[in-house]
């Protein structure tokens, strides 16, 4: 069973400028989370998409956005980048059913760099 | 506000030693409390705890809930080199947003 994958690996992109990361959650579950990884922060909550719905947001500005595809697979976007988003971008999915909850399997993320 | 507060922030250990993470927490609305490993990317999952005092193990890994104290514990017995890593615990409040804790960094050397 192939785990959640994550495109790109890496990215560097410069200030001002906009990006696209994929999420492609395993086979079955329709929950896909994202998470932003900083050495200071650790790991914060972006936002959570079940069957193509945002449930879940947390506190990042507006420029954060992300949607989610009826096959599950996730995008979030980052417009007008700031040196601040420079951070690992982590994806995670579950299967969580009316009375049955999986952990959160994560992909390997998406190293952003923004110069 | 939701919290999970993690000690201590590293560790530093001699292989063969025993070690004991330690995982507080306050949140509303608890579901269940989540223990990951993360070596270079991806954190792995090791644990999920929901009821109080029953312990779950995985070889030399085994962790156990206080629901009534709000806090867990993740104890390596035995540590290897390969045991170093960033210890992630998370606590799911029923809503896919897992609050986790800033993790501790343990290294472990021959």
């Known amino acids: 069973k192939a785990g959640v994958t994550q495109t790109p690996r890496y990215l560097i992109k410069t200030r001002g400028q906009q990006v696209t990361l994929s999420c492609s959650p395993i086979?079955?579950?329709?929950?896909v989370s994202w998470y932003q990884q900083t050495p200071g922060q650790g790991l914060q909550f972006l936002f959570e998409y079940f069957s193509e719905t945002q449930r879940n947001k947390g506190n990042f500005p507006g420029r954060f956005s992300g949607r989610q595809f009826s096959n599950s697979r996730s995008e979030m976007n980052v417009s007008t980048l700031e040196l601040g988003d420079s951070a690992l971008y982590l994806c995670?999915?579950?299967?969580?059913?009316?009375?049955?909850?999986?952990?959160?399997?994560f992909g390997q993320g998406t190293r952003l760099t923004v110069v | 506000e939701d919290k999970v507060v993690q000690s201590p922030l590293s560790l530093v250990v001699h292989e063969g030693d025993t070690v004991t993470l330690n995982c507080s927490y306050e949140?509303?609305?608890?579901?269940?409390l989540l223990w990951y490993k993360q070596e270079k990317k991806a954190p792995t999952f090791l644990f999920m705890l929901?009821?109080?005092?029953i312990e779950k193990k995985s070889g030399r890994l085994s962790s156990i809930l206080d629901k009534k104290e709000l806090f867990s514990i993740l104890n390596i017995t035995a540590t290897q080199t390969g045991d170093s890593a960033v210890y992630l615990c998370?606590?799911?409040?029923?809503?896919?947003?897992?609050?986790f804790g800033t993790g501790t960094r343990l290294q472990v050397f021959p």
């Open positions: 929901t009821s109080s005092g």
């Open positions: 949140v509303t609305n608890f579901r269940s």
């Open positions: 086979s079955g579950h329709r929950s």
């Open positions: 995670a999915s579950s299967y969580r059913g009316r009375f049955w909850v999986t952990e959160a399997f």
């Open positions: 998370a606590v799911d409040r029923g809503t896919d947003k897992l609050i």
